[in-house]
């Protein structure tokens, strides 16, 4: 279960819970004011099984089938 408006840097930068993860959270807002969309933001429509209050949810095998991977930094 995914809130909607964690794609945004505004979210993210709001986020107690979320800021706590330095300098990843800071990382996270740069690459999305650059343009770069979080990948599991692309396939949130294709996926979503239930929507209500501004969250999804998408099902673990729908996320492997579309190929979303976890970037490391590495």
Do not use: H
Not at 30 to 41: C, D, F, I, K, R
Not at 44 to 58: A, M, N, P, R
């Amino acid at each position: 279960m995914l809130n909607q408006a964690a794609f945004t840097p505004e979210y993210i930068a709001s986020d107690r819970w979320i800021q706590q993860y330095q300098p990843v959270a800071t990382q996270a807002i740069t690459q999305m004011q650059q343009g770069n969309v979080p990948a599991l933001s692309k396939i949130t429509e294709d996926c979503s099984v239930f929507t209500t209050k501004g969250l999804v949810v998408l099902p673990a095998d729908c996320i492997t089938k579309k190929g979303v991977r976890c970037q490391t930094g590495e």
